[in-house]
T-cell receptor
């Protein structure tokens, strides 16, 4: 059973527009959420995170929103740039200091120049 | 820093053969993770170590898989015997556990193909 779901395998967005990547989770014990970005032939790299005590976290062009009641989070990229083309993984962990991450299947984002 | 180092980068083997994947974590990091990436299941945590001790191996698919961390700078993931369904990209990651949540740094992965 997939506890973290990314239902869109791919997404294409025009350069300069907003990219919105979505993630749903089923485990109500998850209280920390992360986004990782992955380029081809490289390992994933950490992008941004959010704790369940917040509903929004912003870092430059990247903002993550958390809706605990809907068990849904989203990553907004504004404005989208060609270098943002990558696979984005949503991940979650449960419990204070728990190192174990549960990842989704990823969404491939393509920014069209 | 060189980052997490994995070898080999690519491995092609025949069903039934033993496969050993290797990982060197970032110096000073005390947690090490092995993941497997497939299209269907995304990134799955197989096992992780803290201070060289296995903490959670619940993701190891079956007894054919084993992992060791003999010291702080080296870990192996072994598959014996290998099967075609083991074909995937295997990632090693490391972190320095100091607080609530510590960033995991991933290696470039080993692409395993079992024929």
């Amino acid at each position: 059973d997939q506890q973290v779901k990314q239902n869109s395998p791919s997404l294409s967005v025009q350069e300069g527009r907003i990219s919105i990547l979505n993630c749903d989770y089923t485990n109500s014990m998850f209280d920390y959420f992360l986004w990782y970005k992955k380029y081809p032939a490289e390992g994933p790299t950490f992008l941004i995170s959010i704790s369940s005590i917040k509903d929004k976290n912003e870092d430059g062009r990247f903002t993550v929103f958390l809706n605990k009641s809907a068990k849904h989070l989203s990553l907004h990229i504004v404005p989208s740039q060609p270098g943002d083309s990558a696979v984005y993984f949503c991940a979650a962990s449960a419990g204070f200091g728990n190192e174990k991450l549960t990842f989704g299947t990823g969404t491939r984002l393509t920014i069209i120049p | 820093d060189a980052g997490v180092i994995q070898s080999p980068r690519h491995e092609v083997t025949e069903m039934g053969q033993e496969v050993t994947l290797r990982c060197k974590p970032i110096s000073g990091h005390n947690s090490l993770f092995w993941y497997r990436q497939t299209m269907m299941r995304g990134l799955e945590l197989l096992i992780y170590f803290n201070n060289n001790v296995p903490i959670d191996d619940s993701g190891m698919p079956e007894d054919r898989f084993s992992a060791k961390m003999p010291n702080a700078s080296f870990s192996t993931l072994k598959i014996q015997p290998s099967e075609p369904r083991d074909s995937a990209v295997y990632f090693c990651a490391s972190s320095f556990r100091v607080g609530v949540q510590d960033t995991q740094y991933f290696g470039p992965g080993t692409r395993l193909t079992v024929l």
